[in-house]
């Protein structure tokens, strides 16, 4: 019903910056939270950003706060991760998530995930 499509995704030098995007399609009424989460080899997956569209909260974890920003495209349904000063430890798989309605505001929820795009990031 709803499918996200990551693209962005490169191999940076430390110190670079990189900007994901997610590109929604879809019956999308409206939306009410988005974010990204990412996994290493070997990690367990990270919650990177969460925003509420309804509340404007956005909540970051502290290990990317002050270099990651989210934002969006309304008239694009595009989601965007922009990434400056790039570390190494950022290197993992990205996965965007969008939360909303279908159809209309009497349709049902939707919780869906990308299905993940490669960063690397080199010393």
């Known amino acids: 019903q709803v499918q996200l499509v990551e693209s962005g995704g490169d191999l940076v030098q430390s110190g670079g910056s990189l900007r994901l995007s997610c590109a929604a399609s879809?019956?999308?009424?409206?939306?009410?939270?988005m974010g990204w989460a990412r996994q290493a080899p070997g990690n367990e997956r990270e919650l990177v950003v969460n925003s509420s569209s309804t509340s404007g909260y956005i909540y970051y974890a502290d290990s990317v706060k002050g270099r990651f920003a989210i934002s969006r495209d309304n008239a694009k349904n595009t989601v965007y991760l922009q990434m400056n000063s790039l570390k190494p430890d950022d290197t993992g798989v990205y996965y965007c998530n969008l939360k909303g309605k279908l159809f209309g505001h009497y349709g049902p929820d939707f919780d869906v995930w990308g299905q993940g795009i490669q960063v690397t990031v080199t010393s």
């Open positions: 879809g019956l999308i009424a409206y939306t009410y939270g």
